[in-house]
C-alpha cells in the first residue's frame, strides 16, 4: 500500500474512533470534536456568522497557514470524506466508463460559487457551511446513517444467534444487545446527500472534490500561494500517463500545466512518471500561477447574489414568525439566534447524547433550523447526570457545562393535558410522572367529586427534562408534555444565579409533594 | 424438596391445632408464614433462609435462578429508591453455593434501563460472583405473552422469558412508600416483571393489576429489603429515609406486606393492610392471607 493511503487509513479510522468515543460517557481525554475544529470554514464561518470567536479556533487557522505553505494537502492525505470518496470509488466505479475523461474541467468553478455563498451568507450572519461543509456533512452521516446502520446489522446479529445462546445457556449472548439509536426523517437527507456524493464519482473520480466541496474551494484559493510547486522537466516525452491517473484532472492535456487549486497532492504523478520528471519542489522564488481561478466575474456574481439570497431566504422564513425558539433545545444552548448561527450541524451532541432524546430537527424551525439539535422527550428524557452534549459541541452553540450548571439550564415546563391524564380525564390512579420526576416538581391534591388525587406541577421545580412525558403510561402522544414556557438561554454567566433569581430551584433533596411556591424542607439523606 | 406456597398452608391446616396455640408452645413442625431478621443484611438474609429450611430447599444443582429485585430507578443505592445490592449478592451467592448453574437478576425498570445500569451500582456489587447476571429488560425479545386465568381485569402479560424458564425464582424487593399504590413491597414488586408497565395504569387500575399478577407469579420466597426504607416521596425518591437494618422473609407475599405495612408510617400515614387496596384485594383473591395473628417475628 501507497504511503499517501496509509495515513488516509489513519486518519479515517482516527475519524471513525472518536465518532465511536463521541457518547457518554466520555471515556477519554480526547478532543473528540478534532476533525470539525480542523476545518476553517466551519469554525471561522461560525464565527463569522455569529460576531464572535469561536473557542479553540486555533486549530483551524494551523490547518489554513498549512495548506498556504503545503497545498490542498488536507483534501489528499487527511479529509476523511476524500478517502472515503477515493475508497468506495476503487470498489464501484474504478472499471466504469466515467461520464467525462479525468483531465476535462467540470463546473470546477462550483466550489468556489459554493465558498462564496456561504462567506457571505456567514458575512450576513446566517451560518449555511453546515449544508456542504465535508467534515460537518460526514460526522452527520456518521451520526445519522452510519452507525444507526452498524448497531442495526449488529443486533440482527446478535437476533439470530439468540435462540441458539438461549439452548446452550450462554447467558452474556443471550443478552448481548446494542442500544438502537432511533432518528425521524430528517436524517434521511443527511444519508440521502451522503450517497449521492459516493455516486457522483461516475461523472469523475473525486468529483465533489473537484467541483462542488466548497472546504476544497478555500484551500484551493490558499494553495495558489503554496512555494511548493510541481514541476515539470524537459524530457517529458507526454505520454499522458499523468494526466490520466491524476485523483482530481488537475493537469492539463499537454501534461505540462496543473492547477495548484485542483491538486490534492496525492503525488500519483511523480510515482507514475517513467521518465521521473514530474517532481515537487519547494521553489523559491515562488512562481506565479498562471491560471486564473476557476471562477470568472460572472460565476463570483452569482456567488454573492446566492449568498445574499440564501441570507433573505433564512431571513424570511415563515418559521420565524412561529417562533422557531419554541423548540425545545438542549440544555445550554445560547440564545436561539445565536445558536443557529454557531451549530453546525455535525450530529456530535446527538451521537453522544445516551437517552437518545436529542432528534435533528426537521423544518420546524424553518431552513435555517434544518439539523439543529431539539429534544423527543416523549422518546427519552434528559438525563440529569449527563451533560455531554455541550461537552462535545465544536462551536459552543451548546455551552460546555458542568452537571450542576446544565440542570440549572432549564429546556421547558412540564404542563399537564388533563384531557389526556389517566387521572383528570378517567380518574384512575397514576403517578408514573411523579416517581419519575427527579426533583419532586409534581404533587398531589385531593379534589371533591374525585376518587384519585390529581397530580400538578410545581413550575418552580421543573426544569424541563422530560422524565415525566418519557414514562407517561398514556399512548401515542403523552399527557405531560414539555413546552418551552421559562427556558433559560444564556449567552454567557451563570444558570444557576439566573435560574435562582428568577426563583426556581432544582434539588433532590428534601421538599414532599409541596404546593405550589413552598420552601423545601432539609433533607440529610441527600447524596 | 419444593414446598409451594399452596402446599404449605395446606400443611398448616393440618396442624390447625398446633397453630392455635401460643407461639411458644407451638411444635416445630408448624413452619413460620413471616420471619424478620435485624443487623447486618448479609447476615439476615442467611438466617432467613436457613429459618425456611436453607437455600438446599429451593435450589437443586443446576438449577437456573432468577432474583426479581426492585431496580426501578437510576440512582445509587445510598438513595433507597433500588433493594439493597448486599441482599442481592448474599442471595445469589448462596444460590450459587447450593450448586446454581446460573443466577439472573433481572428486572424492567421505571427509569431508562440504560441509566439504571450506569447508576444503581448493582453490576459492580455483583461483580466478584462468576455466573451472576444482572439485566434491565425492556425490548420485546426477552418477553413471552402468558395467560393470568384468575386475573380480573388482567388477562394476560408478557412476562420475562427468564423468569418463565427458570428453576427457581426469588421475590427481592425494598419496602417504600409509593404514591399511586400507597406502598410497595413483595406484590407491587411484580410491575417489574413484565414489558408494560404503563398497562397496569392505564388500563387495569394499579391495584388490581397487581393483585392479578400476584394470583400468576409464584416465587420461592420473598425476601423483603427493610434494611433501610423509604418511608416518603416514594417510590423515586428522594425522601424521608428510615434505618431498620432489618430483613423480612415469607412464602406468602399478601403477609409479609401484611406486616411490613406496619414498620412505619407511610407518607406520613398511618396504615393496616385493610386500607392497602392491592393487599386487600389480594388477599381476597387467595394469594395470602393478611391474618397477621399468627406470625412469627423473632427480634435478632
Known sequence: MKPRRVIQLSFLLLFALLIALTTFPLTL????????????????????????????????????????????????????????????????YRRRKRRWPNHQRVARGLK???????????????????????????????????HPSAVFALNSGLDAARPLADQIGWLGLYYARLNQPLFSAGSLIAAAIFVTIIMLNRLQRRFWCRSLCPLGGLFGLLARLSPAQRRVGAACDHDGKCRRVCETGAIDEADLEYDPAECIMCWRCVDQC?????????????????????????????????????????????????????????????????????????????????????????????????????????????????????????TGAIRALPLIEKRYAKIGTAVIDTSRCLVYAEDKSCLVCDEAC?????????????????????????????????????????????????????????????????????????????????????????? | MNISRREMLKLMAASGAALAMPPWARPALAEPRVLAFKGNAAACVRKLIESFGGMKRFVSRHDKVVIKPNLGFAVPPERASNTNPVIIHTLAQMALEAGAKNVQVLDNPAHPPLMCGLRNGIKDALKDLDDVHVELLRDEEYFAEVEIPNGKKMKTAKVMKAILECDALFNAPIAKSHGGAMVTFGLKN????????????????????????????????????????????????PGEIKVLDTVIGGFDMVAVDSWAVTLSTWDGKTLTAQDVPHIRRAAQMGVGSMDLADLVIPAV
Not at chain 1, 502 to 525: I, L
Not at chain 2, 231 to 237: C, D, E, I, L
Request: aromatic letters at 10%; one cysteine or more; charged letters at 20%.
Open chain 1, 274 to 394: 517513467h521518465l521521473c520528471v514530474n517532481t515537487f519542489d519547494w521553489q523559491s522564488p515562488r512562481p506565479r500561477v498562471a491560471r486564473p481561478v476557476d471562477v470568472g466575474r460572472r460565476r463570483f456574481l452569482i456567488g454573492l447574489g446566492g449568498g445574499a439570497f440564501g441570507a433573505l431566504l433564512f431571513n424570511g422564513s415563515p418559521a420565524r414568525f412561529v417562533r422557531p425558539d419554541l423548540l425545545l433545545r438542549p440544555p445550554g444552548a445560547r440564545p436561539e439566534d445565536e445558536f443557529r448561527k454557531r451549530c453546525i450541524r455535525c450530529g456530535q451532541c446527538v451521537k453522544a447524547c445516551p437517552t437518545n432524546t436529542l432528534q435533528p430537527d426537521w423544518f420546524e424551525a424553518g431552513l435555517e433550523g434544518l439539523w439543529a439539535p431539539v429534544h423527543h422527550m416523549r422518546l427519552a428524557a434528559c438525563d440529569q447526570g449527563c451533560n455531554v452534549c455541550g461537552q462535545v459541541c465544536p
Open chain 1, 29 to 92: 481525554p480526547l478532543p473528540v470534536d478534532l476533525f470539525l475544529r480542523m476545518d476553517p470554514l466551519l469554525i471561522l464561518g461560525a464565527s463569522l456568522a455569529a460576531r464572535t470567536v469561536v473557542q479553540g479556533f486555533v486549530v483551524a487557522i494551523v490547518v489554513l497557514v498549512a495548506t498556504a505553505l503545503l497545498g490542498r494537502f488536507f483534501c489528499g492525505w487527511v479529509c476523511p470524506l476524500g478517502t472515503t470518496i477515493e475508497l468506495a470509488d476503487d470498489a464501484l
Open chain 1, 112 to 146: 468556489f460559487v459554493n465558498l462564496t455563498i456561504i462567506l457571505v451568507a456567514a458575512a450576513f450572519g446566517y451560518g449555511l457551511a453546515f449544508l456542504l461543509d465535508p467534515i460537518a456533512l460526514f460526522t452527520r452521516t456518521a451520526t445519522y446513517l452510519l
Open chain 1, 438 to 527: 427527579p426533583y419532586n416538581a409534581i404533587y398531589f391534591v385531593q379534589v371533591p367529586n374525585a376518587k384519585n388525587r390529581r397530580p400538578m406541577v410545581d413550575c418552580t421545580r421543573c426544569n424541563g427534562c422530560g422524565m415525566c412525558d418519557s414514562v407517561c403510561p398514556v399512548e401515542g402522544r403523552g399527557a405531560i408534555p414539555i413546552k418551552p414556557d421559562e427556558q433559560i438561554r444564556l449567552a454567557e454567566g451563570s444558570y444557576f444565579f439566573e435560574a435562582t433569581r428568577r426563583g426556581f430551584r432544582f434539588e433532590q433533596g428534601g421538599a414532599v409533594n409541596q404546593p405550589n411556591g413552598a420552601e423545601p424542607a432539609a433533607s440529610g439523606e441527600e447524596q
Open chain 2, 190 to 237: 411484580w410491575m417489574g416483571a413484565v414489558q408494560d408497565r404503563g398497562a397496569w395504569h392505564r388500563t387495569y387500575g394499579l391495584h388490581q393489576a397487581i393483585a392479578d399478577f400476584a394470583t400468576y407469579i409464584k416465587p420461592k420466597l420473598t425476601i423483603l429489603d427493610a434494611t433501610r426504607i423509604l418511608t416518603t416521596n416514594g417510590p423515586g425518591g
